[in-house]
């Protein structure tokens, strides 16, 4: 049985951090995505590791703020959230694709306000 179950979002100033945590059980290693989705915008994906940890991307605006990463033996990552700012206020979602199917989470909230 798959799940797909994130956590650590809340209510931070600008310039506060956050640590987000994604656990996609019941799925061999895979690369991992968070995505994110302000309201009234599309969702977007905001970073992405490879299943072994050793390629990460970003999207520009979070570049130098944001650090993705995750465990070697299992589906678990992390995104460290720093320097936060009000556009990154959104509902952020972790994704998972294993053959063919796409695995999302609830997502967990993060607003970024003062």
């Known amino acids: 049985q798959v799940q797909v179950v994130e956590s650590g979002g809340g209510l931070v100033q600008p310039g506060g951090s956050l640590r987000l945590t994604c656990v996609a059980s019941g799925l061999t290693l895979t690369r991992m995505n968070w995505y994110r989705q302000a309201p009234g915008k599309e969702r977007e994906l905001v970073a992405y590791i490879s299943s072994a940890g050793a390629n990460a991307n970003y999207i520009d605006s979070v570049k130098g703020r944001f650090t993705i990463s995750r465990e070697h033996t299992r589906n678990t990552m992390y995104l460290q959230m720093n320097n936060l700012k009000p556009e990154d206020t959104g509902m952020y979602y972790c994704?998972?694709?294993?053959?063919?199917?796409?695995?999302w989470g609830q997502g967990t909230q993060v607003t970024v306000s003062s």
């Open positions: 994704h998972v694709l294993q053959r063919d199917i796409n695995y």
